[in-house]
């Protein structure tokens, strides 16, 4: 399995044109993206909301573990049977995974803000819009990137269940090699997705010691 | 709903199935990280490299990591030995973690005391350390299991998935309501793995939830997190 796997990746003709693996690898990080980038219209400003005002707090708190569990693979099928095929079911199904881990990262990060740091701006005189903006947010970087990081990691593991459902995207190789009984070919697959996800993880990491507290207070 | 009731008995089988690929693996992990955090617990450099092999193996996409195992262990592709053993290297990743944070949690004072009293090292990381970290350890697998319990149902695209098969057979036949009644049965089943850990947690940890109502002296104000105030009464003077 493992020479198969090296043959399929040093030969070039493997690598480009159509369905080669530049394009499947574009293909992934399109659909990853656009699912986070959809998830963080919706969690972020729910997630500031919830923190900043405590409203909600009760409900998000007992749903976050169980929404953990919310299959993928259930939630993909069943969107592309009620919608149809192409794009736009198995994003929606990706946003939806990605929601919970945002939302939880905002959420926690501007809830763990000191209270006396809030009311300390509020006496300054601060709106809440800018308490929010200028004091909670900053505070909360960390948490709401670690939640990012997070929703990053789900939605590459997850994109590649989307080939399931006749889309593109690296998982391609590891259905269309279990159906051609192929394992080289779904080494392939499994191999450069579980790279993908390291590579983004690790430069999740890199950000985040960027932003980190003690980082920042050394710039001051 | 219609296909959840019509089918009690085939909703029970595939459901004891998915409960058995999703607890073994939360027992398994348990078992693997509690060895790990308790021998190597104070030992830095050992630890580093768990801490980043552990956030690693959770790195990999579960899809990823059932393909790839059979050419590892040398299973067959529908073994469900594959499944079971991603399951617990995601749960002992994700425990292992915990098990360091919790040991870590324990008071200087009271593992100086334990020892005072006399007791060996090995004894004491069983009988007072390790109680001492329930409470965090519950909250690690309450997160373990219902990841698990999400998890096997990815495992239905290579053909054992418990009730992740009322998925790919929902897909297959055009027929919604499966696939529905695989959802509900899954985070229903996540909701009651979820509670009866907390529960344990709890009842294994007595002490955490005396009520301390009797613990304020009469006549003192109650602690509001403002200490300014409170110093500003009390050093008053007059």
Redesign the interface.
């Known amino acids: 399995m493992i020479p198969d796997m090296l043959t399929y990746l040093g030969t070039a003709a493997n690598w480009i044109g159509e369905g080669g693996i530049v394009l499947r690898l574009g293909e992934h990080l399109w659909y990853s993206l656009l699912a986070v980038l959809a998830a963080l219209v919706v969690a972020f400003p729910l997630g500031l909301f919830i923190g900043h005002t405590g409203r909600g707090k009760l409900v998000l708190v007992s749903l976050s573990n169980v929404l953990r569990a919310l299959p993928s693979l259930g939630i993909m099928t069943l969107l592309v049977l009620l919608m149809g095929l192409g794009l736009f079911p198995p994003l929606l199904a990706l946003t939806l995974i990605a929601i919970p881990p945002i939302l939880a990262g905002v959420y926690a990060g501007v809830a763990n803000v000191d209270p006396l740091v809030v009311d300390s701006a509020r006496a300054m005189g601060m709106k809440d819009s800018r308490i929010i903006l200028q004091v909670e947010l900053p505070l909360a970087l960390p948490l709401v990137l670690g939640g990012l990081r997070g929703a990053l990691l789900q939605v590459i593991a997850t994109a590649t269940i989307a080939a399931y459902v006749n889309l593109g995207g690296l998982g391609r190789y590891i259905f269309d090699g279990l159906a051609l009984y192929d394992y080289g070919q779904v080494m392939v697959g499994a191999v450069l997705v579980t790279g993908l996800a390291l590579l983004v993880d690790g430069l999740m990491a890199l950000v985040l010691r960027w932003v980190s507290p003690a980082r920042r207070a050394m710039a001051v | 709903m219609n296909w959840l009731l019509a089918n009690p008995d085939r909703v029970r089988e595939l459901t004891v199935e998915h409960l058995y690929l999703s607890i073994i693996p939360v027992v398994a992990g348990l078992i693997i990280a509690l060895a790990l955090g308790l021998v190597f617990g104070n030992r830095r450099r050992a630890r580093n490299i768990i801490t980043t092999a552990a956030?690693?193996v959770f790195?990999?996409?579960?899809?990823?990591?059932f393909?790839?195992l059979?050419?590892i262990l040398g299973t067959q592709?529908l073994d469900p030995v594959n499944v079971l053993v991603a399951l617990s290297m995601y749960s002992a990743a994700l425990l292992v973690r915990t098990v360091f944070d919790a040991l870590d949690a324990v008071p200087a004072q009271v593992l100086s005391a334990a020892e005072a009293i006399g007791y060996s090292p090995a004894r004491r990381r069983l009988l007072v350390d390790l109680p001492l970290a329930i409470a965090p350890l519950a909250a690690g697998l309450?997160?373990a299991a219902?990841?698990n319990?999400?998890l096997v149902?990815?495992g239905?695209?290579?053909g054992i998935g418990g009730l992740?098969q009322?998925?790919?057979s929902?897909?297959q036949r055009?027929?919604?309501d499966q696939?529905?009644a695989?959802?509900i049965m899954?985070?229903l089943?996540?909701?009651v793995l979820?509670r009866l850990i907390a529960v344990a947690g709890r009842v294994m940890t007595p002490w955490l939830h005396v009520s301390l109502k009797i613990v304020a002296p009469a006549g003192t104000e109650p602690a509001t997190?403002n200490p300014a105030s409170a110093a500003s009464q009390s050093g008053g003077g007059k």
């Open positions: 956030s690693a790195t990999i996409p579960s899809l990823a990591l393909v790839v059979p050419s592709i309450r997160v219902v990841t319990v999400s149902s990815v239905a695209v290579i992740g009322l998925f790919t929902g897909y055009d027929y919604p696939i529905l695989g959802i899954i985070l089943l996540a909701f979820d997190g």
